[in-house]
């Protein structure tokens, strides 16, 4: 360790001594003892946080697993409770996103060696046979071959949750199967290709295939508010069809292999659609009317982080210049709008939540928003001193002026000053955040969902599985630990962006209506083709067999939908009474609705 801040101030020294030819020799040096002393202290605090809250975030999160964790009462074996806060908010639920990144965590401690115990081991298989089991549960989504796999929650018994909810949500099969591959991958090598055949293979199948018919339709974000297309989601699907083209080929799936990397090359293409070249931020969701200035986005780069793929913009790696220009315009949002971020210079760690625009229990920062900042930044390190320099474009200027007010665009080589001094500011940068965690976990290290703008107390759901497993990746990648490369390294981005409607089904809508002269019929719905029950944009029918109106849509095949049909007259839309009409589309052929006006 010591070694390491002997390193620190000797970048910081060297920076010094570049500025003192420029400036005024008595301010600097005023101004690098006190950034020293910062800087020393501060990696000291966050030393000891680590050492201490590391543990303490294990264990809590082991405790919210089924059905041995201590506060895991009720779920099956492998299901992990989201929290398990029962009142203001309810969180005893399982989420296919939270657990599969929870689990994402524990297999690759078991299979980077840092966690080998058979109690591991035992969790992983069981969440495996949980998932499994999942997958087959009908649930408001549909069934497992008609699209409910998008279902993003489910009761911590397994068994479908059917009150009203955002859904779909597309990211879950993408972040379940990235989970199982890395596991299977490991099993493959350690000689238990049976396993993988029989028991995983069958599971990751299922998501991959849902994830290459589904990405190009909309479904609600991470956050469950927005319905629309979501980068998170995009970068996770993208992911799991690379990582899965390959896999699948490693098994000798060669068909499915080349559906998968079709796909992922569609929706590598799509995914630099998210780029905002004016506000030099990702842009999170195409929906919504927020600004798009969201936790999402670094939540995507550090999903997707591959050592082998250097900085790499087209996955937007978490060095890449979009995404850290994205990360600076996201943590920016976040200085003025927190009274607990008040007074705290602009260029050092503040508290981040999810997005400026939250109002979730009032708007607050999350733990699981600063730990992933700090995360992308360690991430950035250590891809830096892997490739021996760092590289600023125009994209990232502003990000490195943070740290190097005179510094320019170009390629630093790790024996420049300019490198060190870099390095050891954004390293310095990252600790801040981890300092921010450290402030505000209370004294008992348990981790909420949030912590208040105003008090900095903990707030909502306590013990979220979630944030201890942010807390756990992000110190990892602070002790230079990294994932296995899934393959992200030197892709090329289409050079034109083709959909994906996946197959369709041709359904004609007869609804036996009685009009007056002038009046019109027509039909609105849940899915896009529908028109997002736009009545503006609703799908004309025709009177040609009138009282019968009629229309053939193509609908997206094995797709459940609802839908209600709309007289206009004289510029006044009369939706039909009732509850909405719901279908469940077929796999193929054609089908006829008979319906009469309510
Ligand atoms: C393969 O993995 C499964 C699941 O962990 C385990 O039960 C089985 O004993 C393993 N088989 C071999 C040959 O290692
Ligand atoms: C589907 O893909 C096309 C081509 O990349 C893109 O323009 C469109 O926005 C995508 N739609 C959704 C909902 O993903
Ligand atoms: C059509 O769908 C049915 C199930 O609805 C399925 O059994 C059949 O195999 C499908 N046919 C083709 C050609 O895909
Ligand atoms: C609707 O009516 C047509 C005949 O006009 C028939 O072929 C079709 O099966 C009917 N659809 C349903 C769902 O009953």
Redesign the pocket.
């Known amino acids: 360790m010591l070694e390491i801040y002997k390193e620190s101030i000797r970048g910081l020294c060297q920076a010094g001594a570049e500025q003192i030819a420029q400036t005024r020799m008595r301010v600097f040096l005023v101004s690098a003892l006190a950034l020293c002393a910062t800087i020393f202290t501060q990696a000291r605090v966050v030393d000891d946080y680590v050492s201490r809250e590391g543990p303490i975030a294990k264990a809590g999160l082991l405790a919210n697993i089924g059905s041995t964790g201590a506060k895991s009462l009720g779920a099956r074996p492998g299901v992990v409770v989201a929290s398990p806060n029962r009142v203001d908010p309810d969180y005893v639920y399982m989420w296919i996103r939270d657990s599969s990144l929870v689990f994402k965590l524990l297999v690759d401690q078991y299979t980077l060696g840092d966690d080998t115990s058979p109690a591991i081991r035992s969790l992983i298989d069981a969440f495996v046979t949980s998932q499994g089991r999942i997958q087959k549960v009908s649930n408001p989504s549909g069934t497992q071959?008609t699209g409910g796999l998008g279902e993003p929650k489910f009761n911590i018994d397994e068994t479908a949750f059917t009150d009203g909810w955002g859904r779909p949500q597309r990211d879950g099969p993408a972040l379940r199967s990235t989970t199982l591959m890395i596991y299977s991958k490991w099993l493959l090598a350690n000689q238990n290709g049976s396993q993988v055949t029989n028991v995983l293979w069958p599971i990751i199948k299922q998501d991959l295939d849902y994830t290459a018919q589904y990405w190009n339709q909309t479904g609600f974000d991470l956050w469950e508010e927005v319905s629309s297309s979501s980068f998170f989601t995009s970068a996770a699907q993208h992911r799991a069809l690379r990582e899965g083209a390959a896999f699948a080929r490693q098994l000798g799936q060669t068909s499915v292999a080349a559906t998968y990397e079709e796909q992922a090359n569609n929706v590598l293409c799509f995914l630099q659609s998210y780029w905002n070249p004016t506000g030099k931020y990702i842009t999170s969701n195409t929906g919504g009317g927020r600004s798009g200035i969201d936790a999402n986005s670094a939540l995507a780069s550090i999903h997707n982080f591959d050592p082998e793929a250097g900085c790499d913009v087209a996955t937007y790696q978490p060095c890449s210049d979009k995404a850290l220009s994205s990360l600076k315009v996201y943590v920016d949002s976040f200085r003025q709008i927190y009274s607990i971020n008040k007074g705290i210079p602009a260029n050092q760690a503040v508290a981040t939540g999810r997005y400026p625009e939250d109002v979730y229990y009032g708007g607050n920062p999350w733990y699981l928003g600063v730990a992933a900042v700090a995360e992308q930044l360690y991430d950035s390190i250590i891809t830096w001193n892997r490739q021996g320099n760092i590289p600023i474009t125009d994209i990232s200027l502003p990000f490195f002026r943070q740290f190097s007010p005179s510094v320019n665009p170009g390629t630093y080589a790790s024996s420049s000053s300019t490198f060190q001094t870099l390095n050891t500011a954004v390293k310095a940068f990252a600790d801040g955040f981890i300092a921010i965690l450290e402030k505000y976990t209370p004294t008992d290290g348990s981790l909420a969902e949030q912590f208040g703008r105003d008090n900095g107390l903990p707030l909502s759901a306590k013990d979220l599985t979630w944030s201890y497993a942010s807390a756990l990746t992000a110190f990892n990648a602070r002790a230079g630990k990294t994932s296995a490369s899934w393959g992200a390294k030197g892709l090329v981005v289409p050079a034109v962006c083709h959909n994906n409607p996946g197959p369709t089904v041709d359904i004609t809508f007869n609804e036996q209506a009685t009009t007056q002269f002038g009046e019109n019929i027509f039909l609105a719905g849940s899915i896009d083709v529908l028109k997002g029950w736009s009545p503006d944009n609703a799908v004309a029918l025709s009177s040609a067999n009138y009282p019968i109106w009629s229309a053939t849509v193509k609908i997206p095949a094995s797709t459940n939908f609802e839908y209600k049909y709309i007289r206009k007259f004289n510029g006044v839309v009369t939706w039909e009474s009732g509850s909405n009409r719901f279908f469940a589309s077929?796999?193929?052929?054609t089908y006829i609705l008979n319906d009469s006006w309510r």
């Open positions: 071959a077929p796999q193929n052929g």
